[in-house]
């Protein structure tokens, strides 16, 4: 299975900022990433997304304040979220699907980094 790592997630004032990372490892091709999120008692919702192409995609919620970016390079994800309110408090979820170099096809989740944001 390929290994998603994501790191960047904490506690900020409402208005404030933060960079959330995800990094992949393996061999692996035609990467589209994704960013999700899940309050208590509510269900995983999608945030953000960025294809293999590079196109963008943003949840309404989210517009205008997230940005979803990716380096190819490194194979990682990231997404800036400026002007935070409490109602982004989440545990939020980086997923990636592609293929390996095997041509196998993959589709993995990162581990869980949680933001919490206060009024």
């Known amino acids: 299975q390929v290994r998603l790592v994501e790191s960047g997630g904490g506690l900020v004032q409402a208005g404030g900022s933060l960079r959330l990372s995800c990094a992949a490892a393996?061999?692996?091709?035609?990467?589209?990433f994704g960013w999700y999120r899940q309050a208590p008692g509510k269900q995983r919702e999608t945030v953000a997304g960025i294809t293999n192409g590079g196109t963008t995609t943003y949840a309404d919620s989210v517009k205008g304040r997230f940005t979803i970016s990716r380096d190819n390079g490194k194979k990682a994800v990231y997404l800036q979220m400026n002007n935070l309110k409490p109602e982004d408090t989440a545990v939020y979820y980086c997923?990636?699907?592609?293929?390996?170099?095997?041509?196998?096809?993959?589709?993995?989740w990162g581990q869980g980094t949680q933001v919490t944001v206060s009024s």
């Open positions: 393996g061999s692996i091709y035609r990467i589209d």
């Open positions: 997923n990636a699907r592609g293929i390996t170099s095997l041509v196998e096809q993959f589709d993995s």
